[in-house]
């Protein structure tokens, strides 16, 4: 799938720049105490820092050993403060792509939108209220969100979903939603503006891009809640260890305990928590969905059941034309000719359809009628005909029973292979239209709800993951289980109100399930806001997007494919991290236990496994150690663990053995190389 807005490198450049400036601002006292255990290891480096220059002051001998425990606990900090930045630079990016879709746009405002005139004044869109009506003609850009109460244009709304591809806006129904910073290509429209200034759905957009709305999901509380405990614990380990210490004649310094602190809490995944959360949601619009709940982004992980609405969802819109079905006599070629002519005076997206159909399958080119004294027949809600006098040809097309009244047949009196076409087409759910000339029934044709592209795979896909797909429409029992068979879901229910899909839901989450929703009309809006992740289509009403907790960009249903292993990411990421997290304490207890005790205890050098140098060599490795972990695994931490398809038995072995055993033997590692390295140069 590609991917339509900005996506810059883990570590762009200018990102990181800015990254860098950010982390040093995040040193203001209230924005740490969001992280607890950041906060506590920013008190331990300022106390730290009072030993070192109290020990400059004094003359002691230990200040380079003091300062040097100091430098590194502002650098784990600091490499904090830089991992959220980081991740907050790559959503402002975002954000600042989508500001660039703005222009200052000049809105035609109606005066008198109650009277069949289109008087208008000139006002900046800023100025635009809710409820104001605006008209909006070709090549001219939509003002504001709102919704189209009169006409159809084609739209190019690629500023919003970044596809080129217009789509077709008309008033009434499921696609009469627009959004501000659109432009119109073709026709007109009227739109009634639904949402005010600074309020739209682009506004909306950056703003949750740019993390201003984000707040922390229960799993990230639950987790800092955990971290906190296990950094009150510690602390309590350390206090008592100096009373140890004076009790065995110990001398332990305060710089000594103040490392052992920081190293024994989490601040791996202390100092990443944060960076995790954001990055997740920073997935999402890559995808091209806009979360407006981290929540549901967590929630997205654990999906049981999936409900789709039909029409618009798994099919398109509208009901189209797939097969011409002559009577004898006549070729499929007349017929599609036939067709096509009678469909040149209808609008509506069935007739377009026809013409596609004819246009695509059986080459035929559209005809200038222009030049001729031809006569179209519009297609009118009244007649259900449309078609067109050439002459001595008379071409009509329309409902069945409409065009058997206009050729003088009463009802099922047509040829018998017009009336089995006809059954044929009713019993699987379709349309049928008949098409006649001169009095005479040519044919029928066959129009359906359309199955998108590709998506029995998708939802195969889904059940793979273990999340069942179910069909909710408003067709009869026939039609619906002709569309859940061709679209391959596992379920349906037909001829489904609004009420019917709210209790599907609650039912299925009173059994502990939880439930995703794509839907897009305003009908599902209920539902969508019931549903723990509710996916709202951008091709949508206004209601539907409000209503749903996600919207995707590019109206596509199975795109929860790809919200489901962002989810299942956000929550591995975090857990792997904090695996990794507290297993890397192991290799710190052999690194600062035994230089704590050894020169009482020199039993315990049986404990300095790793053969380090000195006692100070080996507190400073473990400090620099722990601050360097947290810049190593920023690009994990942004990027997400692999999600695969596994059973969860199989992804907790998994992750023991890489973030667990892992954890364990890469501080091991790297001690001792920074061990090295810090003998070789005489820092300790």
Known sequence: MSTKHANPSLFDRKIALEAA??????????????????????????????????????GNGVA??????AAWLWFTVLFANFAEAVAEGRGKAQADALRRTRTDTIARRLLQPDQRNDLFEKVPAPDLREGDIVMVSANEVIPADGEIIEGIASVNESAITGESAPVIRESGGDRSAVTGGTT??????KVKITAAPGHSFLDRMIALVEGAERQKTPNELALSILLAGMTLIFLF?????????????????????????????PTTIGGLLSAIGIAGMDRLIRFNVIATSGRAVEAAGDVDTLLLDKTGTITFGNRLATDFLPVPGVSEQALAETAMLASLADETPEGRSILALAKGNYRIAEPQLGNTKAVTVPFSAVTRISGVDLG????????????????????????????????????????????????????????????????????????NMGIKTVMVTGDNPVTAAA?????????????????DKLAYIRAEQAKGRLIAMCGDGTNDAPALAQADV???????????????????????????????????????TRGSL??????????KYFAIIPALFLVTYPELGALNVMGLASPESAILSAVIFNALIIVALIPLALKGVAYRAVAASELLRRNLLIYGLGGMIVPFIGIKVIDILVSALHLA
């Open 21 to 58: 400036k950010q982390a040093f601002v995040k040193f203001s006292p209230r924005v740490l105490a969001r992280n607890p255990v950041i906060f506590v290891t920013a008190v331990v480096a300022a106390l730290v820092t009072a030993m070192w220059l109290r020990d400059l002051f004094i």
């Open 64 to 69: 380079l050993f003091s300062g040097q425990i």
């Open 184 to 189: 119109v290509l073709s026709d007109w429209i």
């Open 237 to 265: 380990v350390v206090v008592s260890l100096w009373g140890i210490a004076g009790y065995s004649a110990t001398v332990l310094s305060v710089t000594v305990l103040a490392a052992l602190l920081v190293t024994l809490i």
């Open 392 to 463: 001595e040809r008379i071409i009509r097309k329309g409902a069945v029973d409409a065009v058997l009244k206009h050729v003088k047949l009463g009802p099922n009196s047509g040829p018998p292979a017009f009336n089995e076409a006809v059954d044929r087409i009713s019993r699987t759910g379709g349309t049928p239209l008949a098409v006649a000339e001169n009095g005479k029934l040519i044919g029928v044709i066959h129009l359906k709800d359309v199955v998108k592209s590709g998506i029995k795979e998708r939802f195969n896909a889904l059940r």
């Open 483 to 499: 569309i859940a068979s061709e679209a391959g879901v596992d379920d349906f229910i037909a001829e489904a109100t609004p009420e």
């Open 534 to 572: 509710g996916v709202a289509m951008q091709s949508g009403t206004q209601a539907a997007r409000e209503a749903g907790n996600m919207v995707d960009l590019d109206s596509n249903p199975t795109k929860l494919i790809e919200i489901v292993e962002i989810g299942k990411q956000l929550l591995m």
């Open 578 to 587: 904090t695996t990794f997290s507290i297993a890397n304490d192991v290799a």
